[in-house]
């Protein structure tokens, strides 16, 4: 007899929302009873509000994902913004120069390379395709604590009620009260910077091109808005970024300008400004019996490349796809060699990924004249190497990871 199962999900952000509607649409969805919990309220975006500071760069891979699960380009067109050209240089070169990195649309035969969306519009439009399921949303439900039992785990939450999950899933950020109160490990640093965040008007059009300049304190990014406004995220030491967050507009936008090497001409800072810490972290294990992580409960990368938001629905797409394998051969999803599978596919993956970027970040920061000649005689010959940037690519917009989970 085919069994039905409890599956809880704990986190409403964009991964556990997707994580959500992926398995509600999966093949035997009617064989699963899918909760969604979250300690905060769900997002609200009206048609007038300003674009927010926090936005994500979505490739290729994951926009295909989202498409499968019911989130179309046509629902994020009137906001999110393509982004069809990027350009990447160091501080001792310039954006045109021989030693910048230059990646096309075109040479991939692609539209655009993806879109930089608000995490806010994601969110509405995945809660929009869940309330036409019959997955259980509930919002204000801190969870207090969980504890293994012979069925998978009991979750209590914070007004003392209590959930069966025969697989609970933690999508709940990188300080995830799942993987905490699991007692699963994680390993990680604090890095030397922290993330200035703010959207700016510029003189020159973005050319729908996402732009990276690297500075010895770390790496600034213009990110095209669908208004002509570029939304700026700038890895630099933590002082001066809450430095900068509080300053008056005047000031920090000729800060921005001066960082950017004015490739937009002079930008103008017109929005609110933010900072957050930045932490790279990697959890020791991803499941166990009844119990499996994604998203940032389970890996933290640095933001140089843009890939948090992308790593976390690949981890999702995976999951959902190992589940519904086996369901159809008969399996209980929540067994550990079931869910070990999700995780030879992502951890290994998702640990190459966060060293590669740290190694990079590592790289670019060093004031070194010799490092400094490698970079550039390295980015030159990335440059000329079809094959590297193909195959970088392919990485970077998860064409190898689009196909998401079975439907």
Known sequence: MNRTHDVVIAGAGVVGLAMAALLARSQHHERLRITLVDAGQPASLGVDDPIGLRVSALSVGSLRLLNAVGVSADMIAGRACPYRDMRVWDKSGSAEGAAALYFSAAEFALPELGFIVEDVLLRQCLQQRLAESEVDVRYAAPIKSIAANERGYAVVFGDGSEMSAELLIGADGGASAIRRHSGIEVNGWQYPQAALVTNAHCDRPHQYT?????????????????????????????????????????????????????????????????????????????????????????????????????????????LATVMTDALGNGEYPGDLPVLRRYERARRGANGTMLRFIDGISRLFRSESGLLGAVRAGGMQAFNRSTVMKRQAMSVALGLDRASGGKT
């Open 210 to 318: 996402a732009w990276q300049r690297f500075m010895p304190d770390g790496p600034i990014a213009l990110l095209p808005l669908l208004d002509g406004r570029v939304s700026i995220v700038w890895s630099t030491d933590p002082d001066k970024a809450r430095e900068m967050a509080a300053s008056d507009p005047e000031r920090l936008s000729g800060q921005l300008t001066d960082a950017s090497d004015g490739v937009l001409g002079a930008l103008r800072v017109d929005a609110p400004c933010g900072s957050f810490p930045l932490r790279a972290q990697h959890a020791s294990e991803y499941v166990r019996r009844g119990l499996a992580l994604i998203g940032d409960a389970a890996h933290t990368v640095h933001p140089l490349a843009g890939q948090g938001a992308n790593l976390g629905l690949a981890d999702a797409a995976m």
